[in-house]
């Protein structure tokens, strides 16, 4: 497995291995903020900043998806491109959507760094995911399986 791993890496382009750690360090990143958020609010943490529902669910949510969109972007596999797109798109949206009023209203709100930054992040992972998958699946070929190897 090591290996194997090692060879999908080393088998990418810089750019790609760059852009797959920083996917890494920003879904790892966000696991850490919604973990600290639910330290301190425990599973209604989200409640007084965000009254939709569906927004709650999904900010708790990443504290399962988050992780899995840096273990398998990690692993190099595509599912994990795909996965941070979808997380990214719906992040955004909720991020954007759950603090509009406040956007609107108090326009020092503007200046707060996260909704920058989430943006940010996002149209990175969204821009960059069809080319990195794409030089993904150049150099995702199967390998040899423990049938095929019997055979």
């Not at 090591?2 to 920083?22: D, F, I, Q, S, T």
């Not at 326009?107 to 794409?134: E, K, M, N, Y």
């Amino acid at each position: 497995m090591a290996g194997r791993l090692r060879n999908r890496w080393a088998g990418l382009p810089a750019w790609a291995r760059w852009v797959l750690v920083v996917y890494v360090v920003g879904f790892v990143d966000g696991t850490g903020a919604h973990i600290r958020w639910m330290l301190h609010g425990g599973i209604h943490a989200y409640a007084a900043a965000y009254p939709q529902v569906g927004i709650q669910v999904l900010f708790v949510s990443l504290i399962v998806l988050d992780p899995l969109a840096a273990l398998l972007t990690g692993l190099v596999r595509r599912e994990g491109v795909w996965l941070a797109c979808a997380i990214m798109v719906a992040d955004i949206i909720a991020n954007w959507t759950g603090n509009w009023t406040r956007i609107v209203t108090t326009q020092s709100r503007l200046l707060d760094t996260a909704f920058w930054l989430i943006t940010a992040f996002g149209v990175f992972v969204l821009a960059t995911a069809v080319p990195l998958v794409q030089v993904m699946g150049r150099h995702d070929a199967p390998g040899p399986t423990s049938a095929s190897q019997a055979a």
